[in-house]
């Protein structure tokens, strides 16, 4: 700690007590440069006097790990992941870190999106849709060489249309064999992003399978808040897990446009720094018989270190 705390400095002991406690809490990806002098030391990427991109996104991982203790990655979504990636990102973290991991849209697409990525895939069928060969093969292959590194699984279905599924029931039937068909001995979680897929069906097919259902704080989504008020929605005994992405109404973009590059806070989300709080207060007492992983992005408030810090304090107020 220099002369003058920073960010870093009040978040690493707040951090380090909620670990010991079971309470994983982190950010949503780990790269931006908006943090810079507050979790990331300037002068370190500095190259011949200028800042260099390219240096912090290979390293800075390093130095987040200095503070947290567990990160979602969501780059895992875009394209599958390879052992060297991994090992390379493993190599950077101390032993007690764990990496969530988005599973690959190739895996929880129904159609793909009309995006560049997709090519001239975009608007077609996709036959990988919860293939759990594919998963096993193409996702877990990899992940095996970190295994130990490994908090949670994350399958997140973006909004389906009534062209992918009728009801929510039909996906529900689906996900159901799916899950069946997974390797045990992982931690698996389910985001979802159709409202009316919340259903006492839904939280008891993820029971079934022990699946944390992942409460999303999203742009149309009943709030984090809300999804823990619902009966049912605690699917596994050894773990709950939330993201905080957009404030409900606030679509992605406009988030974009008025937070970026991230730096402070610019609006402040009451519901969801209680949400986070209030899971973080059940699960301490429970001490490693259930975890949390609790991950907050930029766009909620505009800057996930601050929101989370205040989650932390409002958490501890409430002992």
């Not at 249309?161 to 979680?189: I, S």
């Not at 979802?192 to 399978?209: G, K, T, W």
């Not at 699946?211 to 009966?231: D, F």
Request: positive net charge; aromatic residues 12%; contains cysteine.
């Amino acid at each position: 700690m220099g002369l003058f705390p920073t960010l870093a400095d009040e978040l690493r002991p707040e951090v380090e007590v909620a670990a010991e406690a079971g309470v994983y809490v982190g950010t949503s990806s780990w790269k931006y440069p908006g943090w810079l002098g507050m979790i990331y030391e300037a002068d370190r990427y500095i190259v011949r006097g200028r800042y260099a991109e390219t240096k912090f996104e290979r390293e800075s991982l390093r130095e987040y790990a200095s503070v947290f203790r567990t990160v979602c990655v969501d780059a895992a979504y875009y394209r599958f992941p390879t052992r060297e990636g991994l090992e390379a990102l493993a190599m950077q973290v101390p032993e007690s870190f764990r990496f969530t991991f988005k599973v690959t849209s190739e895996i929880t697409v129904k159609r793909f999106p009309r995006l560049p990525r997709y090519g001239e895939r975009g608007g077609k069928e996709n036959r990988g849709f919860l293939d759990a060969g594919l998963f096993t093969e193409a996702f877990l292959g990899p992940c095996e060489a970190i295994r130990d590194r490994v908090g949670m699984l994350m399958f997140e279905f973006s909004a389906f249309h009534a062209g992918d599924f009728a009801r929510g029931r039909d996906f529900v039937r689906e996900l159901d064999g799916f899950l069946g068909r997974l390797p045990r001995g992982w931690r698996y979680g389910v985001e979802i992003r159709n409202r009316s897929f919340l259903h006492p069906e839904y939280f008891a097919v993820l029971r079934a399978h022990g699946v944390t259902h992942v409460c999303n704080q999203w742009t149309e989504m009943p709030t984090v808040e809300e999804q823990m008020g619902m009966e049912g929605w605690e699917t596994s005994d050894e773990a709950v897990a939330a993201r905080f992405l957009l404030t409900p109404g606030r679509g992605y973009e406009t988030a974009v446009a008025a937070f970026s590059p991230y730096r402070e806070t610019r609006v402040v989300d009451d519901g969801a720094r209680r949400a986070g709080a209030e899971m973080i207060r059940r699960t301490v007492p429970l001490r490693r018989t259930r975890t949390a992983w609790i991950y907050v992005n930029n766009r909620l408030e505009g800057n996930a270190l601050q929101t989370i810090r205040a989650m932390l304090a409002a958490a501890r107020a409430m002992r």
